[in-house]
């Protein structure tokens, strides 16, 4: 058959020749041109996709959200157009350009959000009790975080659409495995806080949990709770954001309170959080070091590396690795085992640097949802 | 067209279409029976055999670019369209007897919850941890990664 094919090519060879050579050349002309349009075409192609994935998946959650605040809040009426509402809610930054005293406007402005999102789940949900309402913020939170990056990446995706700038759509294109990855570990932390399950975040609060559950406890500031607990002739003062409903707390304060209390006579200070993992580290690693193991804003690092500065006292770290898929997603396994890992670092830090009769402070930073004391 | 969905996301359990492979058989065919031609056209017509050759390259040019290029992020067929639910347990243990036992998570489940009482002495069950099931996925990452 290849034979016959190449005799019928050879007796048509110049015909054949022709009409392959003028196809080659008018797809390299049409190449050369359109190699940058056709890139695009196809770069926004994508871009389409994944935003259609992410609308679904906001959707999704702002469903899920208006379900659980209905069956947890039993509210009357209609509550659709309010947490619409509200998911589009916004809070402008604080501008920077004198930055003295930016500390405290941050601390003002984190607290009124904190009470315009209490009042807003209280009004949604009137028969939540605290903590549902706890965990109900933080669902509206992600519906929040899920609705901001849909119309972000809309706006980048429409305007490259408008203007077929290959520079625009290429900025949303590049970063975007690292926006779907987001998107995800955010849609992850739906169930979670749906029903209050323990997430990755919550391993700071695990660990402090484990430290000081069966002894005598108390509030030493907004949301935070400690207690003393003997170990070994020292005195470790324990604190964690009061579960088991969704917050963080206020750790800056509730460090603050203690120092204030003790008169700044603590040996040492030990901060347990959740720390981002690299690519390669196993999820659930204990790293030890030394400064403020703290996130969010800045606020509270600044606060608690400002006042362990005034009495000089020193900080370590723990840290307990995971990816970003894990932070507010329900608690996976390694993560769990990871804290019984840190609980031993601790003590063995306390061994290693105090001495008995000594007081230290540890605190398990991070969100508690789902995790009691 | 086809590798613009069929090629998509190899790495995340080689979800190719059929009419992907389908593409990729039939390019992979005609390349193949192009660089036949050219090989044993060269010397003879050489203009038209280097005519055939440049196609059969192409073409494996072709198949190779709609297999082995950068992952999409999302395709238009991807099937986790939908927030993923994982499975939840709680275990509970008696701090009395050490009894232990393990149930499917349930809203107002937390750790150190006083939750139920204890079948074998009359202590109260705590609950003590609260994870996720293990996943499939996760074991197999693990092993592709542990040479690391």
Redesign the interface.
Same mark, same amino acid.
């Given at each position: 058959m290849?034979l016959i094919?190449?005799q019928v090519?050879?007796a048509q $060879?110049s015909d054949?020749?022709m009409i392959?050579?003028t196809l080659?050349s008018f797809a390299f002309i049409a190449y050369l041109f359109y190699a940058q349009k056709i890139q695009t075409l196809?770069m926004l192609?994508?871009i389409e996709?994944?935003l259609?994935?992410v609308k679904?998946?906001k959707e $999704?959650?702002r469903e899920?959200t208006v379900k659980t605040l209905i069956e947890i809040g039993k509210p009357t009426g209609d509550i659709g157009p309010r947490v619409d509402r509200f998911i589009d809610f916004f809070s402008i930054g604080l501008e920077n350009m004198d930055p003295a005293g930016i500390v405290d406007k941050m601390d003002h402005f984190l607290k009124t959000n904190k009470r315009v999102y209490e009042a807003e789940v209280k009004a949604l949900a009137p028969n939540a009790t605290p903590t549902e309402r706890n965990n109900l913020e933080n669902l509206i939170e992600v519906s929040q975080a899920l609705n901001i990056y849909y119309k972000v990446m809309r706006h980048y995706y429409l305007l490259g659409k408008k203007t077929m700038n290959i520079y625009v759509i290429m900025q949303v294109h590049m970063i975007? /495995?690292m926006? =779907?990855q987001m998107v $995800?570990a955010y849609?992850?932390g739906?169930?979670a806080f749906e029903?209050?399950? /323990?997430i990755g975040d919550g391993v700071g609060p695990?660990v402090a949990?484990k430290l000081m559950?069966g002894y005598p406890q108390s509030d030493v500031a907004e949301e935070i709770v400690a207690a003393e607990v003997p170990y070994e002739g020292r005195t470790l003062i324990v604190f964690k954001a009061k579960? /088991?409903g969704g917050s963080v707390g206020n750790p800056d304060e509730g460090l603050i309170n203690i120092l204030k209390e003790r008169k700044g006579k603590v040996k040492m200070i030990i901060t347990v959080d959740a720390a981002g993992k690299l690519e390669?580290e196993p999820v659930g690693q204990v790293s030890e070091g030394i400064g403020a193991a703290i996130g969010g804003t800045g606020k509270e690092k600044f606060k608690m590396e400002e006042i362990t500065n005034k009495y000089k006292i020193p900080m370590h770290a723990i840290a307990i690795k995971q990816g970003m898929e894990h932070v507010v997603?329900? =608690?996976? $396994?390694p =993560?769990?085992d990871a804290t019984d890992k840190a609980v031993e670092s601790v003590k063995r830090i306390v061994m290693d640097y105090t001495e008995p009769g000594d007081v230290v402070v540890v605190a398990g930073i991070g969100n508690t949802i789902?995790?009691?004391? | 067209m086809a590798g613009d969905q069929g090629s998509a996301q190899p790495a995340a359990g080689m979800q190719v279409s059929w009419i992907a492979y389908a593409a990729i058989l039939i390019v992979g065919f005609l390349s193949l029976f192009s660089l036949y031609m050219g090989f044993i056209n060269y010397g003879d017509n050489t203009d038209i055999a280097i005519i055939f050759i440049f196609l059969g390259a192409a073409g494996f040019a072709a198949i190779g670019y709609m297999l082995f290029r950068g992952k999409p992020v999302a395709t238009a067929k991807d099937d986790t369209l939908t927030i993923k639910k994982v499975e939840v347990y709680t275990t509970l243990e008696c701090p009395k007897c050490q009894q232990k036992r393990v149930r499917d998570f349930k809203r107002g489940d937390y750790v150190f919850k006083d939750d139920e009482p204890c079948t074998r002495c009359d202590g109260l069950m705590v609950i003590t941890k609260i994870a996720r099931k293990k996943e499939e996925e996760d074991k197999k990452k693990k092993e592709e990664s542990s040479w690391l």
């Open positions: 290849v094919f190449g090519l050879q $060879e054949l020749s392959l050579q080659y196809q192609r994508q996709v994944t259609r994935k679904t998946l $999704e959650a899920r975007l /495995p926006l =779907l $995800e849609s992850a739906i169930q029903h209050g399950m /323990p695990i949990a559950h579960g /088991p390669g997603a329900p =608690l996976v $396994e =993560l769990f789902g995790v009691g004391q | -």
